[in-house]
């Protein structure tokens, strides 16, 4: 099982559905279980807790047993990369590893998360399949 996230720094009609949609027929494609997608409208660089979505993002990450946490790609986080790194670094600390539609992070978040790289983001799209709730997706 895996939960979604979507980040809008506008409130573009159609547009957090278009990207559900487009995370869902992702997820199929993968073989993965997309249980949920959590959503934020909002601008800037606001923290993790300065986001519901991504507030209850984490709360589910703490209720449930989840292989990884998809996005589309970084942009859906922040473009700032140290708020990439630090939003990042909150589903890793869990255990949870973090997927990308594009298949990675940059560099520079690789390196602000203090030598604890995501391998899910850097091995690239579709190189793991969940057959189950709670499968890790992460390479042994």
Partial sequence: ?????????????GYLE?????????????????????????????????RPGFTGLLNALDERQVAA???????????????VASLVREPVL???????????????VERALSGRQSRAWSAGVGACRAGSPGVNLRHP
């Fill in 1 to 13: 099982m895996v939960f979604g996230y979507v980040r809008s720094g506008s409130d573009r009609p």
């Fill in 18 to 50: 278009g990207c559900k949609e487009t995370l869902a027929s992702w997820c199929a494609r993968e073989g993965w279980e997309l249980w949920t997608v959590f959503t934020d409208v909002c601008s800037g660089v606001l923290e993790a807790d300065e």
């Fill in 69 to 83: 946490v998809v996005v589309l790609d970084g942009g859906h986080l922040s473009h700032r990369v140290e708020v």
């Fill in 94 to 108: 869990r255990d949870v590893e973090p997927w990308g539609m594009d298949g990675g992070l940059p560099p520079d």
